[in-house]
C-alpha cells in the first residue's frame, strides 16, 4: 500500500486521514495542535513530531491545510519536500484560489514531484464516511498514482480537468452555490422570524418543496438553535466566498449572489460569529447587535 | 362530492383542475383561454363560457389565476361570487402578497362565503402527479370543508396558520429560496462557462455534492440547453420574487439575496426574455447582448 504523509488534521483532515488508515494505508500524520496526531495514532496511523517527519519517505503527501499559503509553507519553508520518496506526487486537497493552485503546482514540479489539485465537498460527515466529492486537476499519470488513495476517502472522484487548477475551478464553482444557498437559508429563516410564524412548520415546509436544497436541510435545524454544534465556521466561507470572487474577477463573470452572500458571511464575522457555526449567518440578517 | 367551480386553467391550473375531475370531483371550469375548459372536459370535468357559470352553485370556488388583483376581478367585476352556493369556501391558491389575500379575504367574507388561502409549491410536475405541496392559511371550519379536495391536489396540505395571509406568507418564504437559489444556479453555470471548463460535467458534480438544491437538478440541464420548453416562465419569479420583497419590506426584514435575484429576473425580462422557461435567467449572468 502507499506510504502516506498526512499534514492538517483539522475537522476535515482528521476523519480523511482515519478512513486512510482504516482502509489500510500507511498513514504518518502531522499537526501544529498538538494531540491530533495522537489521535490518528490512536486510529491506526502514525504520529509525526514535525511536518518533515511525516513526509519523510512518502509516495503521495497529502495536504489538507487552510489555504494555499499554508500549502506552500508546509512544503517550502524548511524544505521538508526534499524529504518525500524519489517521484512522490503532492496532493492539496484545501480549497485555493485556480491560480495559486497552478502556481505551488509549478513550484512542486520545479522540484521534481507530480502534483494533483484535489479540493473536496462533503464537509466532516463525507469525510468520516469516506464519502467525499473530490474534483481532481491533474495529468493522467500523477492521477493514477494516487487514485486508491482518493476513492479511498471519495465516493465521487472526478477528474474534471488534466492540469492543476481544474479542481480548484470545479470547487469555486461548488462553494459559490453553497454559500449562496446557505445564506439564502438564512435569509429566509430570518424572514420568517420577522413574520412571526411558526419557523420550525415552515422549515419543514420548504425542506421538502421546490424550496429545498442540501443546505437548507443540513443547516437549516441548526439554525433555530442559539449554540449549536460548529460542523464549518463562518469564517471558512468568508475565505470559500472570497475565492469565489477573486476567481470570478479574473475571468470577467458577473457574481452578484455570490457578492451578497459573502457580505452575510462577513458581517457575521465582523460581529464575533467567525468561529461559530456557518448557520449563524441567519443572525446577520437582523438579529446582530452590532 | 363537493361539487366545484375552478377558474385560471393555466399550466398549473389545468392539470389540478384534471386531477380533480379524476379523483371523481365534479369539476366545472373557466378560462379566458378558448379552448382550456374544452381539455378539462375532455379529462372529465365541464366547460363553463364565463365566470359566473363556472362559480354557479358550487361550494367551492378554486382561483388559480395571476395573482390577486384577478382573483378579485373574477369574483367581483360581474357580482359571479353571488352565484355560489350558499355557505360556499372561495380557495385562492395563485401566489398573493400576504397583505392583498387578507384583504380578499376580507371582502369575500363580507360576501357571506367563507375563505382558504391555500399557495402551492411544486410546479407543472406537482400539479400534474397531485403530489404539491399546499400551505393553508384559514379557519378549522374554512379548511376542513376544503380538505379533501386539497388533499386531492396535494402530497403534502399544511395548515401553516388559522387566518388568511399565512399561506401566502408562507408561499413567500418559499418562493425566496426556490428564486435565489434558481438565480445562484444560473449564477454558476454561467461561471463555469466564463471559465472554460466542461459545465455539464460540473453540473453533474454539483448536483450530487452539498452544492445541489431542487432548483439546480431540475433546472440546471434546461439552462444548458438554447431553447428548453417552458415549465414556468422568467416573469413568474420577477412577479414572486417582488411579492418576496413587498412582504421583506413590510416587517422590516434584511433580503439581499431575493434582491440580487429579483435584479437578475428583471434584467432577463427587459431583454425579451420573459416568456421564456425560468432556467434562462443564467443568461442575465453575462450573456445578454442588451
Partial sequence: ?????????????????????????????????????????????????????ALAGAELAILMVVNAAQAESVLFDSNAIARLAPGAVVAVMATCPPAKALALASRVR???????????????????????????????????????????????????????????????????????????????????????????????????????SWMLRDRGPRMLEDHPRVTSAVDIFVKDLGIVLETGAECGADTPLAAAAHEKFKQASAAGLGAQDDSQVTRAFGELKG
Fill in 110 to 212: 520545479a522540484a521534481g514531484f507530480g502534483f494533483i489539485d484535489a479540493p473536496v465537498s462533503g464537509g466532516v460527515v463525507g469525510a468520516t464516511a469516506g464519502a467525499l466529492t473530490i474534483m481532481v486537476g491533474a495529468s493522467d499519470d500523477d492521477f493514477s498514482r494516487a487514485k486508491n488513495a482518493l476513492n479511498a476517502m471519495g465516493s465521487k472522484v472526478v477528474q474534471v480537468g488534466d492540469r492543476p487548477g481544474a479542481g480548484s475551478t470545479a470547487k469555486a464553482i461548488n462553494q459559490l452555490l453553497c454559500g449562496v444557498n446557505l445564506a439564502a437559508a438564512g435569509e429566509a429563516m430570518a424572514l420568517a422570524r420577522k413574520l412571526g410564524v411558526d419557523v420550525s412548520q415552515i422549515l419543514d415546509i420548504v425542506s421538502g418543496s421546490a424550496a429545498s
Fill in 1 to 53: 500500500m502507499t506510504r502516506i504523509g498526512f499534514v492538517g488534521l483539522g475537522s476535515m483532515g482528521l476523519p480523511m486521514a482515519k478512513v486512510l488508515a482504516a482502509k489500510g494505508f500507511a498513514v504518518v500524520g502531522y499537526d501544529i495542535r498538538p494531540g491530533a496526531a495522537q489521535e490518528l495514532a490512536a486510529a491506526g496511523g502514525k504520529a509525526a513530531d514535525s511536518v518533515g517527519d
